[in-house]
């Protein structure tokens, strides 16, 4: 597509559900990252993937979150037992740089609220 | 530690005035320097990159600079408009062998009142 694009824009989750965000990336792009961005704050690095090697995954703040994207293109971002801390804007960013570099994209990202 | 820190945190300001955001970075190794723009709910958007041997570089009415020995970046915006109230992200580039990482500061809040 012409843009990074993610999916649900807004989430709404009681405490102790899981949720799954999703980001399509422009197409062709090898890099993809992850971002959590707080309430009046920059995005925090979460995640790193080149193409379908996750190879950087030390920014994820606990072991309930969880990121995938096995064919290389779409990812996809799992947050299990959701606790109110992780409450945020997700952002997902795609890069045609392999290191990532250059020519960042950012999506609108997926605001989520836990309750 | 790699950081980055903007001032102010917010700012209001008149229609048609200017106006000056300052980042202050630590990021080492540096790859290059940018600034975003952000609009409320929506993800940013790129203004302006430097690498370590440029000094200014020129979008429309923002200007962003870079002194690379005092590890400073400014990012000036001419004759503001109402469409300029956003968040302004300095970002540093930390270079690495495997991939670039982006560092990110916590944004200049800016409000353009009529």
């Known amino acids: 597509g012409a843009g990074v694009s993610q999916s649900p824009r807004y989430k709404v989750a009681k405490r102790g559900q899981d949720v799954a965000l999703r980001c399509d990336p422009i197409?062709?792009?090898?890099?993809l990252f992850w971002y959590q961005q707080a309430l009046g704050q920059g995005p925090e690095f979460l995640t790193y993937?080149?193409?379908?090697?996750?190879?950087?995954k030390s920014g994820l703040p606990s072991d309930r979150f969880f990121a995938e994207r096995p064919e290389g293109s779409v990812s996809t971002l799992k947050i299990q037992r959701t606790q109110q801390e992780d409450s945020a804007v997700y952002l997902c960013?795609?890069?045609?740089?392999?290191?990532?570099?250059?020519?960042?994209?950012f999506g609108s990202g997926t605001r989520l609220t836990v309750v | 530690k790699n950081q980055v820190e903007q001032s102010p945190q917010s700012l209001i300001i008149l229609e048609g005035k200017n106006c000056t955001l300052q980042?202050?970075?630590?990021?080492?190794?540096?790859?290059?320097l940018r600034w975003y723009k952000q609009d409320t709910g929506r993800g940013p958007v790129s203004l302006t990159i430097?690498?370590?041997?440029?000094n200014t570089k020129s979008n429309g009415r923002y200007t962003a600079t870079l002194d690379a020995d005092t590890k400073q970046s400014s990012l000036h915006i001419t004759a503001s408009q109402l469409s300029d109230s956003a968040s302004y992200i300095c970002?540093?580039?930390?270079?690495?062998?495997?991939?670039?990482?982006?560092?990110f500061g916590a944004g200049t809040r800016l409000a353009v009142h009529p």
């Open positions: 960013a795609s890069s045609s740089s392999v290191r990532g570099g250059y020519g960042y994209t």
């Open positions: 197409s062709g792009h090898v890099s």
């Open positions: 993937f080149q193409n379908e090697a996750q190879l950087d």
């Open positions: 980042c202050n970075y630590t990021v080492s190794p540096f790859s290059n």
């Open positions: 430097m690498t370590f041997s440029e």
């Open positions: 970002v540093v580039t930390r270079a690495s062998g495997g991939y670039n990482k982006l560092i």
